[in-house]
């Protein structure tokens, strides 16, 4: 039984190919990501922002790991976390456990360092989502998740957030009013040009600061790159 559900959770666990594969192309974009996100930070360091995308299925997690990874190996202290409290895939990613993060946190007294859970990569940390609350939205927009962000940068140089689609639910638009700023990730071929305009004026109505769009999963016989970073 325990055999099972170890391979179940291999199973769901994903490379991280910006720290598994630094040399590969997909590896550099994701560099070239986090130049042209320390560029749009004219007048302050960025040290805290999230990541969604328009709709499910887009690799906005995966696109947020590896983000957080080439921030690690430029130097900087960086936290990690699953503010995904509907679908977290974290824990997966970085094969930890989720028994308690950031949901423990905004109903309880736990500090940060605590719950933060040290990664393979050198100078990343993660916190996990936790026990999945009823009530995500409230629990962003809380006078406690303002705290949370205020102790991180005590200790981290970056934050980045995992978020919920824009589309499905309202976490990230509550969210945004607490980070530096917003990464929206789409992917080729999937994302509709509708859903990609609606969720950035969704994210501008919240007055969220949009960074820029990746877009994910283009083919790679029309173009020589595996990701695009654009304003």
């Known amino acids: 039984m325990g055999r099972?559900?170890?391979?179940?959770?291999?199973s769901r666990a994903r490379n991280i190919i910006a720290g598994d594969n630094p040399k590969s192309p997909i590896a550099e974009q994701f560099r070239t990501i986090r130049t042209n996100l320390q560029f749009t930070s004219v007048d302050q360091e960025l040290d805290s922002m999230l990541v969604t995308s328009a709709s499910p299925s887009e690799g906005k997690s995966i696109t947020?790991?590896?983000?957080?990874?080439?921030?690690?190996?430029?130097?900087k202290k960086t936290l990690l976390v699953d503010a995904?409290?509907?679908?977290?895939?974290?824990?997966?990613t970085f094969r930890v456990?989720?028994?308690?993060?950031?949901?423990?946190?905004?109903?309880g007294n736990q500090w940060i360092l605590d719950l933060a859970k040290e990664t393979h990569i050198e100078n990343l940390d993660v916190i996990t989502c936790g026990p999945i609350p009823p009530n995500p939205?409230?629990?962003?927009?809380?006078?406690?998740?303002?705290?949370?962000?205020?102790?991180?940068?005590?200790?981290?140089?970056?934050?980045?957030?995992?978020?919920?689609?824009?589309?499905?639910?309202?976490?990230?638009?509550?969210?945004?009013?607490?980070?530096?700023g917003v990464?929206?990730?789409?992917?080729?071929?999937?994302?509709?040009?509708?859903?990609?305009?609606?969720?950035?004026?969704?994210?501008?109505?919240?007055?969220a600061n949009l960074l820029g769009v990746v877009l994910n999963d283009q083919d790679l016989k029309?173009?020589?790159?595996?990701?695009?970073?654009?304003?």
Do not use: C, W
Not at 65 to 75: E, R
């Open 4 to 10: 099972k559900k170890k391979q179940a959770i291999n």
């Open 222 to 231: 029309s173009s020589n790159y595996y990701y695009y970073y654009g304003q």
């Open 64 to 75: 947020t790991a590896n983000t957080a990874v080439v921030f690690a190996q430029q130097g």
């Open 97 to 107: 456990g989720n028994t308690s993060g950031l949901s423990n946190y905004l109903v």
């Open 137 to 180: 939205s409230e629990l962003l927009g809380s006078k406690k998740m303002k705290e949370f962000i205020e102790e991180a940068k005590e200790t981290y140089d970056m934050i980045i957030f995992d978020t919920p689609p824009v589309l499905a639910v309202t976490d990230s638009q509550v969210l945004a009013n607490f980070v530096e």
């Open 183 to 207: 990464l929206l990730v789409v992917r080729s071929k999937q994302t509709e040009k509708e859903a990609a305009v609606k969720a950035k004026e969704q994210l501008e109505q919240s007055k």
């Open 84 to 92: 995904d409290l509907r679908k977290p895939t974290i824990h997966y």
